[in-house]
């Protein structure tokens, strides 16, 4: 497989995230029977399908059953990334031109059906697991050091509290 010089390892491993989860991790989410309705959602779903979709004739993005598990196996990631530049000028010329049918048309096609036989067994392989299927994080807090003159000479680097404090503090300050 020949690869594009800017698909690095991590390249490759953020569009392996990309695509596990926005066609099968956040299914975790949706209650059985419940279309995609959390706009972050379904613009992941979005994507992913709609790249699915249209690199299935160059077999980009494969759907593989084994063991009665659904992968997806990406195949090419330079058609693939190729594929996402695509959406993004398609994505762009919507919202340039104002073009509400096609926008409307990439979500309710692409963003917002869930695969209900593919909804259920992701729900039946996540019973296993005990985590939240998302997290939150506590971001550290960056404090600016000064000398006499008001010149910074410094960036201490400190945690907050905890979790609670930092997001009371985010919703206070911004």
């Known amino acids: 497989m020949e690869f594009h010089p800017h698909l690095s390892d991590m390249g490759r491993a953020?569009?392996?995230?990309?695509?596990?989860?926005?066609?099968?991790?956040?299914?975790?989410?949706?209650?059985?029977?419940?279309?995609?309705?959390?706009?972050?959602?379904?613009?992941?779903?979005?994507?992913s399908s709609w790249a699915y979709e249209m690199g299935q004739k160059d077999n980009v993005i494969e759907k593989v059953k084994k063991d009665n598990k659904t992968f997806y196996v990406i195949n090419d990631y330079k058609k693939l990334r190729i594929l996402f530049g695509e959406l993004l000028k398609e994505i762009q010329r919507i919202k340039s031109e104002g073009d509400y049918e096609a926008g409307k048309y990439l979500i309710e096609n692409y963003g917002v059906k869930v695969d209900q036989d593919l909804h259920k067994e992701v729900l039946e392989r996540n019973k296993k697991f005990t985590s939240a299927p998302y997290s939150g994080f506590i971001n550290p807090e960056l404090v600016l050091v000064k000398n006499?003159?008001?010149?910074?000479?410094?960036v201490k680097?400190?945690?907050?509290?905890?979790?609670?404090?930092?997001?009371?503090?985010?919703?206070?300050?911004?």
């Open 14 to 47: 953020s569009y392996d995230g990309y695509i596990r989860n926005g066609l099968i991790t956040q299914l975790i989410r949706i209650k059985p029977g419940n279309d995609i309705e959390e706009s972050h959602m379904r613009n992941r779903q979005l994507v």
């Open 148 to 154: 006499d003159d008001g010149e910074i000479t410094d």
């Open 157 to 174: 680097v400190t945690q907050p509290e905890s979790f609670s404090s930092q997001m009371l503090y985010y919703s206070k300050t911004y």
